[in-house]
């Protein structure tokens, strides 16, 4: 009987639209995976978080049994019109029954992908033998089976488990008595189609397994990194606080030896020259109240340092920075250095960070644009503040910097984490980042308050 063979192709033929259906849904059944760690035990999360997150994959399984279910019953109703069908598949209420049955067993395909493509695999040749026409269920089951085994399963149970599924597919479709009842019809041409099916549809599912493990992995490395990068900050933070605090610590212990002083030469000289004595008091005011400001900023930045004792030498200011811009030249970096505005008398702390400020653009104009570039050094003072601008032209053509991609304003880095809470620390204002001609700025605004606060 030629006709026989027409169910299964005429099933793979409507196996088509619904296995790629399939297809299009799987992404949506690996995120679903994927969230939980493709095997790891997740965190316990609401039962309303974990509902949505498995409706993707439920609606996926959803959709196939339904399809399985339409197809096999378009295919049972097809051979009640057909004798020659009809004569080799006579049980039409069953083939109805078992196709939806064997459709169930896709809501167990993600849990148990062996057991679903053994059953369905064995389906076949059972409704051969009974008469059961259950073939468009299990000819796309078995696809969608092959599939999970090769998605859901570690490569070694998977391969096991498609050479099983193999051996008995072979022996199901040898022994139908659809190819014994057609003699003339080479077995091996729906030995070969079945096979085919069954081996591209596992193949998918592998590459859809090594993807979802991959994406997981980049996953996992960016949130290793980024874990990281912010212990790294934290870091440098603490570090630089602790610095900041040991050279404030120096300023006001400069404060207080000079308050001592005063205060024995006022005690001294009381009797002698009464008006003396009471000008000394007001420099001792004065002084304790430079004193008082500094100490309430070392309470906001002062962090437990490991080893190393504060620095000893001398802290560096406003006075310093034709010097300093003059070290910067004699390596070949032509800067220049402009002021303007009368300059008030800061305290000692505020000297420091303007020094400071200016000492680290500066060493990011040599380390990034490198010798024969040009900078320019701008410090103004108004009533109010004192504003540092850093500007540099980038490096030269055929200079020896390093013209690499600078550090984002926001990215922090070692330079610019340290300008940051000087800035913050006097409550000012800092920005950095590249200029539109080229090169990089660096613009500090820090307010004026000779007096200090209290």
């Not at 339904?66 to 197809?71: E, I, P, T």
């Not at 059961?132 to 092959?146: E, H, K």
């Not at 304790?288 to 490991?306: D, N």
């Not at 800061?346 to 010798?371: C, D, F, M, W």
Request: with cysteine; hydrophobic share 45%.
């Amino acid at each position: 009987m030629r006709s026989t063979p027409a169910p299964p192709t005429s099933s793979a033929a409507g196996a088509r639209p619904a296995a790629s259906a399939a297809g299009r849904s799987s992404p949506g059944a690996c995120r679903a995976r994927s969230r939980t760690g493709l095997g790891q035990s997740a965190a316990p999360v609401p039962s309303r978080s974990r509902l949505r997150s498995a409706l993707p994959a439920l609606l996926t399984d959803a959709f196939i049994v339904v399809a399985l279910v339409v197809l096999n019953s378009s295919l049972v109703e097809l051979a009640r019109t057909v004798p020659a069908m009809a004569q080799l598949w006579g049980e039409f209420t069953a083939g109805h029954i078992g196709g939806a049955l064997l459709a169930l067993t896709m809501l167990a395909r993600r849990h148990l992908p062996f057991t679903v493509l053994l059953v369905l695999t064995l389906s076949g040749l059972v409704g051969d033998h009974t008469r059961v026409l259950v073939w468009g269920t299990a000819s796309l089951g078995i696809a969608v089976a092959a599939y999970s085994v090769g998605r859901y399963l570690p490569l070694t149970r998977a391969l096991i488990a498609l050479g099983t599924g193999v051996v008995v597919n072979v022996l199901a479709t040898t022994l139908s008595p659809a190819q014994a009842g057609d003699p003339g019809e080479p077995w091996w041409i729906n030995q070969g189609f079945y096979l085919g099916w069954l081996l591209a549809a596992w193949w998918v599912g592998r590459l859809v397994r090594m993807r979802a493990f991959h994406m997981e992995e980049l996953a996992t490395r960016a949130e290793r990194l980024e874990r990281a990068r912010d212990a790294h900050t934290r870091a440098v933070l603490a570090e630089e606080r602790s610095r900041i605090a040991r050279e404030l610590h120096d300023v006001v212990a400069h404060h207080v030896s000079v308050m001592t002083v005063q205060a024995t030469a006022g005690r001294r000289v009381i009797d002698r020259s009464p008006e003396r004595a009471r000008q000394t008091l007001v420099e001792i005011e004065e002084t304790g109240r430079q004193a008082m400001a500094e100490m309430r900023r070392i309470v906001g930045v002062l962090r437990m340092a490991e080893g190393g004792g504060p620095d000893r030498g001398p802290q560096p200011g406003l006075a310093g920075l034709a010097e300093l811009v003059q070290q910067v030249r004699d390596t070949g970096t032509r800067t220049e250095l402009r002021v303007s505005g009368e300059p008030p008398e800061l305290a000692p702390g505020l000297g420091l960070t303007v020094y400071r400020i200016v000492q680290e653009s500066l060493t990011n104009v040599l380390k990034h644009a490198g010798r024969g570039a040009r900078a320019a050094v701008e410090v103004r003072f108004t009533s109010e503040a004192v504003e540092v601008v850093v500007t540099d032209e980038g490096p030269p053509p055929g200079g020896e910097g390093e013209p690499g991609p600078r550090r984002a304003a926001d990215e922090p880095g070692h330079g610019l984490v340290g300008m940051r809470e000087r800035v913050a620390l006097y409550g000012g204002d800092l920005r950095t980042g590249p200029r539109a001609g080229g090169g990089f700025e660096v613009r500090a605004r820090l307010p004026l308050d000779r007096r200090g606060p209290g």
